[in-house]
C-alpha cells in the first residue's frame, strides 16, 4: 500500500534540508498553537512565548533526528518546548515570580473554579524549589493531566521514579498536590 504516511508515524528525515523543513512545516501548521499555549503558560508573556515557539521549531530542526517516533510528534515537541521555557526561566532567575504576583493580584476565577486555579498557583510556586526533570515531571502530571505511565514515557523514566519525584513535589504543596 503506497501513499502519505501519516503525520504522527513521520520521523523527521535526516534527509536533504528540504524535506526536513517541509515535515517542519507540516508540524508548525498542526501544533505551533498547542506548542505557543505552553510557551505562553510557562513565560506569561504572549511576545516572549512566540519567540520560544520559533526557537522549539528551530530546535525541532536542527535535531529532528532525535525523534524516534516512539510518542507523536506532539509529546516531542512539547518536550522541547517546556525544556526550552524551564531554561529560560531559570537562566532569569525566576523573573515569572514578579509576574505571578501581578497576574494573582489581577486575575479573575479562571477555568476550572477558584479550586483548580490554587492548584495551579501552587505548582507555579513550588517549581522553583525542585530539579528540572521534577519541574518537568510536575507540569505533565498536574498542568497537562498526563497519567503516570505518559509523564514516565515523555521522560524515560520508570513509573515508579515519577512517582517518587512526584511525591516529593507533593510533600513541599502539602495535599493538595497528591499523587493519584
Known sequence: M????????KVVPPRPNEDRRA???????KYGGSVRERCRYLLKDASRAED?????????????ESFRAEAS?????????????????????????????????????G?????????????RKLLARVDAETQAAA?????D???????AAVLGRSVPTVRKRLEHFA?????ELSVR
Open 2 to 9: 503506497t501513499g502519505p504516511t501519516p503525520l504522527a508515524l
Open 23 to 29: 515535515v517542519l512545516r507540516e508540524l508548525y501548521v
Open 52 to 64: 520560544a515557539m520559533h526557537d522549539v521549531f528551530a530546535r525541532a530542526l536542527v535535531h529532528g
Open 73 to 109: 510528534p506532539l509529546t516531542w515537541l512539547m518536550k522541547i518546548a517546556t525544556h526550552h521555557c524551564l531554561n529560560q526561566l531559570r537562566s532569569e532567575g525566576a523573573a515569572w515570580r514578579k509576574w505571578f504576583a501581578r497576574d494573582e493580584a489581577a486575575r479573575s476565577e
Open 111 to 123: 477555568h476550572g473554579g477558584a479550586e483548580a486555579m490554587e492548584t495551579r498557583d501552587l505548582v
Open 139 to 143: 507540569i505533565h502530571y498536574h498542568v
Open 145 to 151: 493531566g498526563m497519567t503516570l505511565e505518559e509523564v
Open 171 to 175: 510533600e513541599l504543596g502539602g495535599e
